[in-house]
């Protein structure tokens, strides 16, 4: 069975860092590209970032581009969020997601973490 | 790079069928048939319920089915059931250089 578990979360001041983490199981993880997305309190969904298979290709939302790192560590079956500079409006529930294999779109989801940006 | 538009609610009793509508440019639903969709109940993650257009994943009831013309996709819900009630998101693959998805402004669907 696929799983995804994200952890990470919390409350942090603005200005502040955060790394988000996301356990993969139930797959091989390092055959399929990953993806975080966001969800800000009583807002629709919002792309942050996508990683390749073998780490080499990454793009990021003009939103957190130069504030957030993406990267992932195969042999660990893990994703990472490095969220740097964080703003009131990173607040959100972060969910990593699979993409799907030859295609476009994300077939599993994991549960979520709460992020929440407030002095 | 702008959400793609969806309406705010759709709305419909037990057996009926409603329609979802998702427009965005020939940059994203126009330009590929990469075009998903997610039905989203109040604190869970999104499900995948299309994806490529019209294509079901395993598990997916076949009340669900999914079209595109032009710049608009559509998502399509026959036989509305209780549980069906759930906000609804789609998603396109888009040739922006620095956004790889751009998502739907999301539809809240109310079963009457």
């Known amino acids: 069975e696929v799983q995804l578990v994200e952890s990470g979360g919390g409350l942090v001041q603005p200005g502040g860092s955060l790394r988000l983490s996301c356990a993969a199981s139930g797959f091989t993880f390092s055959s399929y590209e990953m993806n975080w997305v966001r969800q800000a309190p009583g807002k629709g969904l919002e792309w942050v970032s996508y990683i390749s298979s073998s780490g080499s290709t990454i793009y990021y939302a003009d939103s957190v581009k130069g504030r957030f790192t993406i990267s992932r560590d195969n042999a660990k079956n893990s994703l990472y969020l490095q969220m740097n500079s964080l703003r009131a409006e990173d607040t959100a529930v972060y969910y990593c997601?699979?993409?799907?294999?030859?295609?476009?779109?994300?077939?599993?989801w994991g549960q979520g973490t709460l992020v929440t940006v407030s002095s | 790079q702008s959400a793609l538009t969806q309406p705010a609610s759709v709305s419909g009793s037990p057996g009926q069928s409603i329609t979802i509508s998702c427009t965005g440019t020939s940059s994203d639903v126009g330009g590929y048939n990469y075009v998903s969709w997610y039905q989203q109940h109040p604190g869970k993650a999104p499900k995948l319920m299309i994806y490529e257009v019209s294509n079901r994943p395993s598990g997916v009831s076949n009340r669900f089915s999914g079209s595109k013309s032009g710049n608009t996709a559509s998502l399509t819900i026959s036989g509305l059931q209780a549980e069906d009630e759930a906000d609804y998101y789609c998603s396109s693959y888009t040739s922006s250089s620095t956004l790889n998805y751009v998502f739907g402004t999301g539809t809240k669907v109310t079963v009457l």
């Open positions: 997601a699979r993409d799907l294999r030859y295609s476009y779109g994300f077939d599993y």
